[in-house]
């Protein structure tokens, strides 16, 4: 039987094997799915120097743009728009956070990636006609330093939304969409997993926190 000590300590060789490189995971999911406390548990298990982030922000300017965003503090600005602060956000982030710690040999954890924008711009806004931008604004702002694994956590739209009920009051306008918004959000992060392939992997986030925590260290050790 797997147990959370033989993962912890397969994490540990595959720490020693990377040392010439970092891995950069990313953790994703409708709000509610629990993406932040996983991060936080992931972070906790790595090895000291392991680079815990999030977005949008991660930095300074990234982080004022992030405010702009989801305080809705740029109420006429529309999708497109949209679409390019995040963009924009992420390449600051990309530029002085998450490539110079891949460079050094530092794992990078990030709460939230493009996977989001893919998810939330393109499926929950529903404006197909961003996909073939998304890409190509990928390819330019990660270079060669794609994320090595997406770990995306699926949980039904009104559990989640029973979840955040129950969490302290914040801004997050895209939280409070109806369901059917947070029901198309869902399905862009599951077409957004079959998009990327082998390195995306949809975990059931519907259960208890021990089983979901022991699945992502599970994936993370293969890295």
Same mark, same amino acid.
């Given at each position: 039987?797997?147990?959370?000590? @033989?993962?912890?300590?397969?994490? @540990?060789?595959?720490? *020693?094997?990377?040392?010439?490189?970092?891995?950069?995971?990313?953790?994703?999911?409708?709000?509610?799915?629990?993406?932040?406390?996983? %991060?936080?548990?992931?972070?906790?298990?790595?090895?000291?120097?392991? #680079?815990?982030?999030?977005?949008?922000?991660?930095?300074?300017? /990234?982080?004022?743009?992030?405010?702009?965003?989801?305080? *809705?503090?740029?109420?006429?600005?529309?999708?497109?728009? =949209?679409?390019?602060?995040?963009?924009?956000?992420?390449?600051?982030?990309?530029?002085?956070?998450?490539?110079? /710690?891949?460079?050094?040999?530092?794992?990078?954890?990030?709460?939230?990636?493009?996977? @989001?924008?893919? /998810?939330?711009?393109?499926?929950? =806004?529903?404006?197909?006609?961003?996909?073939?931008?998304?890409?190509?604004?990928?390819?330019? #702002?990660?270079?060669?330093?794609?994320?090595?694994?997406?770990?995306?956590?699926?949980?039904?739209? /009104? $559990?989640?939304?029973?979840?955040?009920?129950?969490?302290?009051?914040?801004?997050?306008?895209?939280?409070?969409?109806?369901?059917? !918004?947070?029901?198309? #959000?869902? %399905?862009?992060?599951?077409? !957004?997993? =079959?998009?990327?392939?082998?390195?995306?992997?949809? #975990?059931?986030? *519907?259960?208890?926190?021990?089983? $979901?925590?022991?699945?992502?260290?599970?994936?993370? @050790?293969?890295?």
């Amino acid at each position: 039987m797997v147990t959370l000590k @033989s993962l912890d300590r397969t994490l @540990s060789l595959a720490h *020693n094997l990377a040392m010439r490189h970092g891995t950069f995971i990313v953790i994703d999911g409708i709000g509610g799915c629990g993406k932040t406390t996983h %991060a936080k548990l992931l972070h906790a298990r790595m090895r000291k120097g392991t #680079v815990l982030t999030h977005e949008p922000g991660g930095t300074p300017l /990234a982080e004022k743009i992030r405010k702009l965003i989801l305080h *809705n503090l740029i109420p006429t600005a529309d999708v497109t728009t =949209e679409f390019f602060l995040f963009w924009t956000a992420r390449a600051e982030h990309m530029r002085e956070k998450i490539a110079p /710690a891949l460079r050094a040999g530092r794992h990078v954890i990030c709460d939230r990636f493009d996977s @989001s924008t893919f /998810a939330f711009q393109i499926f929950g =806004e529903k404006h197909p006609e961003l996909t073939k931008l998304f890409w190509e604004a990928r390819k330019v #702002v990660l270079g060669k330093y794609e994320p090595d694994a997406y770990i995306i956590l699926d949980i039904p739209v /009104a $559990v989640a939304e029973k979840r955040r009920a129950g969490r302290p009051p914040r801004k997050d306008r895209f939280d409070d969409n109806p369901r059917a !918004f947070q029901g198309r #959000v869902r %399905a862009g992060f599951k077409t !957004f997993a =079959e998009e990327i392939g082998q390195c995306a992997h949809i #975990v059931n986030a *519907n259960r208890a926190p021990k089983e $979901v925590e022991q699945d992502i260290l599970r994936i993370v @050790s293969n890295y």
